[in-house]
């Protein structure tokens, strides 16, 4: 194995990483909205089914050619197929390199919001939408400035970032995920509590655990598959890299069945959390109105509870960790392809993609509030328009390059390195693996028929609406 990459010290060392990896952002930032907009009870299901059939064996097919090939994302395709696949691995790290960059700025969020407890707490409080906006250069009085706030926060998450990649990850990371992973299920599960005690939180419960089918059409289905995807960190290519540390005595199997499972519950938990909570305080309306209200919401649940600013410093600095180690596997998996495939060094290389990463995502920042700065977007449905770019820099990445490089993955392992070959790497060792049939099954017809009939469907009927 290369000197420059990671290499995982210990079973758990693995297992952590790669949860620390899928559990961020994704499950407390992103979920509760997705799930709102999906109908609740019906997105649940939803959302539960595509990660058992398609996330678990998209996982192990990852990890599985990460191990086999021990080889860089795009080579990994070269060396177990054909040249013509590295198109697989390209879309993958491109997926990685648009979502870090509005990534590590909504990690810049949650540590302003470390500080805003810490310092503020009552003038969260007060008008916890208006903070939130405040951050990002909309003011109380309708007008824009430069989103100073929250540009800054994102420069220091993103050094942070680059110094612990620089460093390198194993033992600091690794450690504090050992205690933060368990801390961070314990203060949800707290949470939960709170939240679903409070007053007029049961209209939000009740809407959770009940189907709203109205609400579920194609574009549901690709944005759960997209936040499936996303959360569980497939479909860029990370588990390819994390797979290629790891020592043939794993058993990815297990190890992937545990992932998920961990990743999902956190998922859930912060649904069960927010969605109530937002309900009993700011009111329906405002819920899904883009991942703000996952910060702005919280805000009334830690006034109401008792030590509840001690508690909303404690869980936004979880919140921290959780997004430092996913946003440092996304890194560490484009640091490492860029220093293997183009020989670069591996400070200048870290340096100059973080750097050139965070100018992007200004952007991302710049158009959530404060400057009406436009993407582009097209589907048959709605033809060519033109949603903030913030928005358009998600539909791309969740929507499409997720989907696309899973769909690619499935074919090459389905049809051209071939399941027996993915299972006979999973039962190194002389793991047992007695779904392997069932495994075959997935990978080779179930999942890319799905994934592409949900992308061409909702290309047909509009993919960037619920
Ligand atoms: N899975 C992470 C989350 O849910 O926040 C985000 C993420 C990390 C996506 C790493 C993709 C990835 F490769």
Redesign the pocket.
Known sequence: MEKSRAQWGSKIGFILAAAG???????????PGRAYEGGGGSFLIIYLLIVILLGIPLMLTELSIGRASEADIVSAFHKLGHRRCAWIGWVGIT??FI?TCY?NHVGGWVLRYVFGYILEAPTIYSDSTGYFYAMLGLQPDGTTAFPWAAILFAAVFMTLNAVIIIRGVESGVEKFNKIGMPALFVLLLILLVRAVTLPGSEAGLRYMLSCDWEKVSFSTVLAALGQA???????????ITYGSYLSKKENIARSTVTICAM?TLV?FLAGFIIVPAVFATVGQEQVGKGGGFAFVSLANVFEQMPGGRFFGIIFYLLLLF??LT??I??IE?IVSFLTERFLLQRKAATIGVCMLMFLIGCMYTCSQAAYPIKGIWFDAANGVTYPAFCDAMEYLTDRLM?PICALGCCIFAGWIWKPESAIAEIRQNRVRFGLAPLYRVLVKYLAPLAILTILIMSFATGMTLS
Not at 21 to 31: C, Q, R, Y
Not at 229 to 239: E, H, P, T
């Open positions: 990896s899928a559990v961020g952002l994704g499950n407390i930032w992103k979920f997926g990685a979502i990534y995807f996303y959360s569980l960190s497939i479909g860029m290519a990370i588990m990743d998922a959780a997004a996913s946003c596997s996304l998996s997720i």
